[in-house]
């Protein structure tokens, strides 16, 4: 009986694996149903080396900053004692979270709110000693801050970045002359004939407009 049940278990759980690396590789049901994600072979496909933390800071008219995320009142920590803004890697709350501290808090009128973000590599976070037994370099942390987004005093929008690890990446790839030369060798390129299409088929002009002229908008800093 116990053989039988190790046998079907090990059937069972290899036909999972199976049907797991057949969907990823396919591309086929990744996402129809929540249990798909225990077989799938994405369960490490966002691990970054690099440690992310998230400043919501409010710039008061006389130049002073204060803390805006999280509140001053006990905060909710879903894992560990890291509050759970940490987590909006998207920017989805920052602005709601800002708002609310200043709703409910006395200060000083805001001249505007910042996201800051900040990087470090997480082999920082290694504590001492095993430092010593895994690097000869001294350990002297390293943080990046980045501007992620900023807000005027009643939440509107003013400027939008990309995350620091992705401007990061693009920039080591433009920095590097030898992969740029290779992409732009490796670029498709497609020539064609426009005499051999009849009249219906041409293209029309994309930059062209048929409505009144525009204007740019001056752009208010």
């Not at 004939?193 to 009144?212: E, K």
């Amino acid at each position: 009986m116990k053989r039988w049940l190790s046998g079907t278990f090990i059937t069972l759980y290899l036909s999972a694996l199976a049907w797991g690396i057949v969907a990823h590789s396919m591309k086929f049901g990744v996402n129809a149903h929540p249990m798909m994600y225990y077989v799938v072979w994405d369960m490490f496909c966002g691990w970054s080396p690099y440690e992310t933390r998230f400043h919501v800071v409010g710039e008061g008219v006389s130049g002073k900053y204060y803390e805006l995320g999280p509140g001053p009142w006990p905060h909710f920590s879903p894992y560990g004692d890291l509050p759970r803004h940490h987590y909006d890697a998207y920017g989805s709350t920052f602005r709601k979270m800002a708002l609310n501290t200043l709703k409910h808090t006395d200060h000083e009128d805001m001249r505007r709110i910042l996201v800051v973000q900040e990087c470090w590599h997480k082999k920082y976070n290694l504590p001492q000693a095993l430092w010593d037994l895994r690097f000869d370099e001294p350990r002297e942390p390293y943080s990046y801050f980045w501007l992620f987004s900023s807000y005027s005093d009643n939440g509107e929008l003013l400027t939008q970045n990309v995350d620091f690890l992705n401007y990061a990446t693009a920039q080591s790839i433009t920095d590097n002359p030898r992969l740029m030369s290779d992409a732009r060798r490796g670029r498709p390129f497609f020539a064609f004939n426009p005499t051999l299409r009849d009249s219906a088929s041409v293209l029309q002009d994309p930059t062209s407009w048929a409505g009144p002229s525009l204007s740019a908008k001056p752009y208010a800093n």
